[in-house]
């Protein structure tokens, strides 16, 4: 007998064999994109899964205000996609069948309900592209990934505007997003008011009895998952009023805060945008990054949103407060995915410094004698949220200072805020924060004594530490901890052309004052629990 033999395809011989097709559509709980192509038509022949899991709610200690908002979001996203007449399976965390990855779920719905193609959108973070990839290997039906169609720019558009150059500034990829999309632009490829960047015109202290505007909070009860959450006892940090989760939960919510925050926000972002005050935890930013970074609104609507209402006020809203926004977004954003896609794995091992001390017990208490870190720790815990200059110049400073290990910072940085996701929490802790990539990133490391903090902040007037003393009796930890780093990474910073100055002063100082400061920052380090 003759055997003829063909190559084909699963689809193809699923549509010999005249199988019913039907599709699998994972969405993730940080892909709640209403707006997605996916959702366009509703197709009777393609099911919807979300599901919520132990493999992501446990992969890091998350603030359960974190675990929350995205349970929350996910549930809502879920009714929404069912009351358009998609069909939608939910797995909650204590559903029997609930097998808490999402290949063993998807596997039991493929073989339960025969479905012939499965689908996923790409994700941000590098394990679970992984995990997905290998899984869509791994499987004899079909398989398909489709972009998120949330960014402004592709994994690897960063790679290809660098090829072949050493540095990877944000300002050039800044300037060339906003070319490319045309935002703030005049005469083809000129910025509008005649410069890029009008960051010298920002970076104010709030003026001693200036009010800032109370925060829009949402009054969201979730109980419900709080329970679920408690029941299946996940460990989490930081502590949440079920009653009252004030973050938003879906698209309704997200757009209303994006309303406020154009409206009463964005006329002072940029002035007050690296202010710091005890009891004003967000001041002028615009908490949008939670509702942005699960994808319930899209970074094209926030950035269209702010230059509409700046274009609507040109007498009281100055060019500055908008350039700053965004470039925060079209800029520091999707700079970050970019350096994010175009260095992982490796970048979660990076440590320039070397750096293997534990984070001091306080960073989980805000039980510190230290006035800013007890006020960025605590409000942290609080609310899930500090702005940039606050994880950047408090937390993240203290933590470059003490020596302490990025595998440390990140973990706690992953953790704690509402809107941690790895692709821009690493970038920001083991790069920016940290100076973990070695000038990646950043062009030098962000450390700071006493004097930065107490000129952008009212810190220092409550502390117990004296912000002007730098050894001796509560003298602020800041000022002998930066010092001792300059000292500890000379072979490492001094040939850095934007430190050098401040080897100068230290090559300067009288040995017995460098060896008082190193004398002081070693107590300091060696009793760092009890600071
Ligand atoms: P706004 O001040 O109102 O800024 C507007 C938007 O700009 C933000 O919502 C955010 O989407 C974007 N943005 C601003 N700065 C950055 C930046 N450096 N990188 C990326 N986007 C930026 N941001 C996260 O979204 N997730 C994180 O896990 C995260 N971890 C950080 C860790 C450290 C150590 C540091 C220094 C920064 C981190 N950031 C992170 C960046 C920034 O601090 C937050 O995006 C911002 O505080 C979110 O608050 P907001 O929405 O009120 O921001
Ligand atoms: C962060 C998070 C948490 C805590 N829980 C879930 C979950 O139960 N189900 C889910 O689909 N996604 C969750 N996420 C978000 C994922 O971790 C996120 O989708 C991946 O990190 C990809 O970016
Ligand atoms: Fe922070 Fe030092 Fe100021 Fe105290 S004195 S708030 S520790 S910078």
Known sequence: MKLNTAVIDVETLNKMLKKKQSTLRLILGDQLNINHSWFNNVDDSITYILMEIRSETDYAQHHIQKVIGIFAAMQQFAQELKSRKHNVIYLKLNDKNNLHSFDENCDLLIEKNNYTQFEYQLPDEYRVDEHLKNYSKSLKIASHVIDSEHFYSSRSELKNLFEGKKMYLMETFYRHMRKKHNILIVDGDKPLHGKWNFDEENRQKLPKHHKPTAPLLFLNDVSEIE?????????TIGVIDAKIFLWPVNREQSLQLLEFFAKECL???????????PNAWSLYHSRLSFSMNIKLISPKEVVNRAILEYTKRPEEIEYN??????????GWREYMRGIYWLKMPEYATLNYFEH????????WTGKTKMNCLKNAISQSLQFAYAH????????????LL?????????????GIYIDAFEWVEITNTRGM????DGGIVGTKPYVSSATYINKMSSYCTGCYYDKAKKTGYKACPFNSLYWNFYDKHEVKLAKNPRIGMMYNVWRKMQPSAKAELLEQADYYLKNIDEL
């Open 402 to 414: 003490a020596g302490v290990n990025p595998n440390e910072v990140d973990a706690w940085y992953l």
């Open 267 to 277: 006329p002072l972002f940029g002035r007050f945008q690296d202010a710091m005050a």
């Open 356 to 363: 293997t001390e534990k984070l001091p017990k306080w960073f």
């Open 321 to 330: 407060q908008l350039e700053g926004f965004v470039r925060q977004i079209i």
């Open 388 to 399: 940039h200059i606050q994880r950047l110049m408090i937390t993240g400073n203290f933590s």
């Open 433 to 436: 924060s940290q100076f973990a």
């Open 227 to 235: 329970n679920d959450i408690k029941k299946a006892s996940i460990k």
